[in-house]
């Protein structure tokens, strides 16, 4: 018995929330570079304003001398302190190579920034007391020029704060959303396992290995190595589904390559014996039967009995092999069933006199291709005299209930062993080999008849006991009085 299928389950949880934390820890780190490049920026901007403001400090002293208290008062509005040096301090002297860079005025100054230490001033406002000192000799007398930040300082702070919650809102928009938006670009990968399931009928994103795995594998399946499946667990849950998928479909394929090697030889069995039939009659009617008449006519007469049953093989494979490819085409009608069962009652009963025929027939309206249906009831009827001896009978009754319609035959003959029963559908199966020599038949027409049934959206019914006589039951939906 061949393993059930699993359940192939949609794009599911791992693959989306990995991708989802892939991206927002992308988002995260374009987020920290972007701020790392406004600090950058900032202090640059706090470097290039620094020495603006202390040249025009330089350019102060130099044409008006050293500031008196209110000019120092005025200044420190702009944010420029100028005082004399008390004490040389440990500020760096640019080398040489860059103070080109720098104005002359400026060049030969030695360099420092300055953070007040202030127990009472919280982190928030800690850097608004930030200096950008400059030491340096003008007109021989050694000045300190001071620089305050604070107003720029405030505007980048409030300027980053602003960025910062922009940032972060962003990221946590994307936590929510970004998921549905990850399912609907990966839904066609959960479309591809459910249509493969059809058909036969990932922990993280799906790694190289793993592909190439999968298709080493499908590379080595062909139609000698059919029981072959893919490892699933090695495999993670995303691929583990297509993989799932992929097996099922396997598994379906090989069955129906087991029945369709059964259905050939079976077929190939059932038509050696009339073509060895028809051979030894040949050889007889070649040795000695020309002369012989009774012997001419016996071969005669097989050989025609062999060249029916050898039509009637090719036309029932025939009927298979479209109903199989679903090239059948079915022209529906509404008709009483009731009636197509005295047709089918009449016709029997004039061709067949060895048994006893009864019928029961209510009216019972089905849409259904009646050419079918007739073809049906016919194989019930007559699978009903091949299994009931000689003067036994063989009883039709057609009725209705619950949308439903019934053709069913009831015969009184040897009956199903109930082993035999789950197996009486399948093509070529019979019961009894050695009995099915006596009966003749070809054991596909209950095959026939089942598909015929199923494909007006109808089934079958079996019951049976040895030696008491089976029931078999056409069930059709009914069709309501137009």
Do not use: C
Not at 341 to 363: D, L, R, W, Y
Request: aromatic share 6%; glycine share 6%.
């Amino acid at each position: 018995m061949s393993k059930k299928p699993e359940k192939v389950h949609t794009i599911g949880f791992s693959i989306v929330s990995k991708l989802n934390i892939q991206l927002w820890a992308r988002s995260l780190g374009l987020f920290l570079m972007l701020n790392m490049m406004f600090l950058l920026a900032s202090g640059v901007l706090l470097l290039v304003t620094g020495e603006r403001k202390a040249l025009e400090a330089v350019q102060h002293v130099e044409l008006y001398g050293q500031p008196t208290v209110g000019e120092n008062r005025w200044l420190l509005e702009q944010g420029i302190e100028i005082v004399p040096t008390i004490l040389p301090t440990k500020g760096i002297l640019l080398p040489e190579k860059m103070r080109e860079v720098f104005p002359p005025a400026t060049q030969t100054a030695l360099r420092m920034v300055n953070l007040p230490r202030d127990e009472d001033v919280s982190l928030y406002y800690l850097f608004d007391q930030l200096q950008y000192q400059l030491e340096l000799d003008i007109e021989d007398n050694p000045t300190t020029i001071i620089i305050h930040f604070r107003s720029i300082i405030w505007l980048l702070k409030t300027l980053f704060v602003v960025l910062l919650v922009v940032q972060l809102l962003h990221l946590f928009r994307t936590i929510l959303t970004r998921a549905d938006l990850i399912r609907g670009v990966l839904r066609p990968i959960s479309d591809l396992a459910q249509q493969a399931q059809t058909l036969s009928k990932e922990k993280g994103p799906l790694s190289v290995r793993e592909m190439q795995a999968l298709a080493g594998t499908l590379d080595e399946i062909n139609a000698a190595r059919l029981d072959t499946r893919i490892d699933l667990d090695t495999t993670q849950d995303e691929l583990k589904n297509v993989a799932v998928a992929i097996n099922s479909l396997l598994e379906r394929i090989n069955e129906s390559y087991r029945l369709q090697a059964r259905f050939v030889s079976d077929a190939s069995h059932e038509l050696r014996t009339p073509i060895a039939a028809i051979q030894g009659y040949a050889n007889l009617l070649d040795r000695w039967g020309k002369n012989d008449p009774e012997a001419l006519q016996e071969s005669i007469d097989a050989l025609k009995e062999e060249a029916t049953n050898m039509k009637d093989l090719v036309e029932q494979l025939l009927f298979l092999a479209r109903g199989d490819n679903n090239t059948m085409h079915l022209d529906l009608e509404r008709f009483d069933l009731g009636s197509l069962a005295q047709i089918i009652f009449k016709e029997t009963e004039m061709i067949n006199g060895g048994h006893t025929f009864e019928i029961q027939a209510s009216e019972a309206f089905v849409l259904a291709d009646q050419g079918l249906v007739k073809q049906a009831g016919r194989i019930l009827v007559d699978n009903a005299i091949k299994y009931t001896p000689v003067g036994g009978t063989v009883r039709i009754v057609v009725t209705s209930a619950q949308d439903q319609a019934w053709f069913s035959v009831q015969d009184s003959g040897i009956g199903i062993p109930p082993g035999d029963i789950p197996h009486i559908f399948d093509r070529f199966y019979r019961a009894d080999e050695s009995r099915a020599r006596v009966t003749g038949g070809t054991g596909l027409g209950l095959s026939i008849a089942k598909w015929i049934a199923e494909r007006h959206g109808g089934h079958l019914e079996v019951l049976s006991r040895e030696d008491f006589g089976s029931r078999i039951s056409l069930v059709l939906p009914q069709s309501d009085a137009t």
